[in-house]
């Protein structure tokens, strides 16, 4: 062959891209992109905090450096999408170095690993990634502080886990809140209606059943008599950096009986059109959603109230307001009074 004709021959042109394949790819770098600079903008903010004078706890450091791993694992996830999954190896490296950082922020207690319910008297800080925020309060308030407060048990976020595995709808919502399109409402409403049925309708498991039975029937030996609950949301970014005020349902004199259909009620309340929107504007995903659920035995109580350590309206530094009213607190919290 001359050396003429090697160079005159025509090239074959690569194989053309799809589409919709091109456009899944560029979705994709997009969203690697999204997450990496999220990551690096929350670790500028706590380089900062940490170089001056500003006040933070331990809370504030977790809820950081959670959003920090859920943007790292996104990046591999969507790195694994634009190659192939080229990059699988990097999972269970993130995974490892994920349990150690959370180990030295956020030490787990030993006795709540895998753990589904847990007795309120053995709940504190420790467990702030399996009961959530709310319920890791009440714990350190009734176990450390030895302050009055209701008796009761706790459902971990590891239950609502296994109720989402028994009912085979982990992929199924984890997809959802993919596309979940915020700016749609009517849409998101139809989609999110579907989720909270699917819920609604879910099976619960074995263990479960049998777990709740037996703490019920302590807490109503501990008692005297057969309590009714108050079941409380307890996300697990619920009332750290966000609040999520408003968004999840709490369910209030419910029985033995009902206890299952208003647990379900409230895994269900985080698929609300306006969660999901206020999910969108901070920026966070399906995986900070797992739900943990406070049950607490009923006060009878002559009246209820808010206390704001600040006034709300802020017409007065340093002075703090109390709502209350007769009976039972929803209309205080929710502003009906």
Known sequence: MKLLDFFKRKKVPPAKIGEETFKRKYQSFKNLLDANNAA???MARLETIAEGDFVFDLQYVCTKTGLILEKCKEVIDELNVLTGNRYAGLVPVFEAVKTQIQNEVAPRSPQAEGAWTIPLSQVD???LWEVGSKNANLGEIRNRLH???PDGFVLTAEAY???LAENNLRADLAGFFQEAAPGNLDELAEKSRARRDLLLQAKIPARLLEEVKQLYDEL???LGYQPRLALRSSGLYEDQQFSFAGQFL???NVSLSQFFPSYLEVLA?????ACLVYLAQKGLSHREMAMSVGCLAMVPARAS?????EDPTGSQEGRMVIHAAWGLGPTVVEGAL
């Open 40 to 42: 690096l903008e929350v």
């Open 125 to 127: 800080r420790r467990l």
């Open 147 to 149: 302050l009055p407060t």
């Open 161 to 163: 886990r296994q109720v």
């Open 220 to 222: 109503s030996a501990t």
């Open 250 to 252: 709490t369910k209030l």
């Open 269 to 273: 309340s985080q698929f609300s059109p």
């Open 305 to 309: 109230g808010v206390l704001f350590t």
